[in-house]
């Protein structure tokens, strides 16, 4: 699996958002700049702020201008997953060539690739739907991608 810069900037941003809460009952998180998150996560700050642009408008944060200005997590970090984030950032989840899996017209010896791309997008999902970015920030990942963490064959 593959995933853009675009993505791996947009997933660290949302969970140093997450990791900022204001500790009252509403849980919201208080306004974090740009430049914090690009600090703490080391990201490019011009680039950032295009994802933190494309985050906005796809609903995954909310901005402020001004001085008590930044972003924060629009929903409580527990209800956004990686899979939402990414396809806000990249559309969705498993493409050939720039096509949906169930798109493709393998004939003959191939015909059996289509189902070996619809079960890897599948299995991508199984898990990018299960983590959400609240379980990054806090490090507390589903039992599921710990299990297959371990394993050192996933590390090869």
Excluded: C
């Excluded at 989840?93 to 096509?99: C, D, E, I, K, N």
């Amino acid at each position: 699996m593959r995933l853009s810069a675009r993505v791996d900037y947009a997933l660290r941003a949302a969970a140093e958002l997450a990791s900022v809460t204001d500790g009252g009952a509403t849980g919201r998180s208080r306004p974090v700049t740009a430049e914090q998150i690009a600090r703490a996560q080391d990201i490019p700050p011009k680039f950032l702020e295009s994802i933190l642009l494309q985050l906005r408008r796809g609903g995954i944060v909310h901005a402020q201008r001004g001085p008590e200005g930044g972003y924060w997590l629009a929903r409580p970090a527990g209800e956004i997953t990686l899979a939402e984030v990414i396809r806000v950032i990249d559309g969705p989840l498993a493409h050939v060539r720039g096509q949906r899996p169930e798109q493709l017209g393998y004939q003959g010896a191939a015909r059996a690739l289509q189902d070996v791309w619809i079960a890897l997008r599948a299995s991508e999902r199984e898990i990018l739907e299960l983590v959400t970015i609240g379980d990054v920030a806090t490090g507390a990942l589903p039992l599921r991608v710990n299990e297959l963490a371990a394993d050192p064959r996933a590390w090869s």
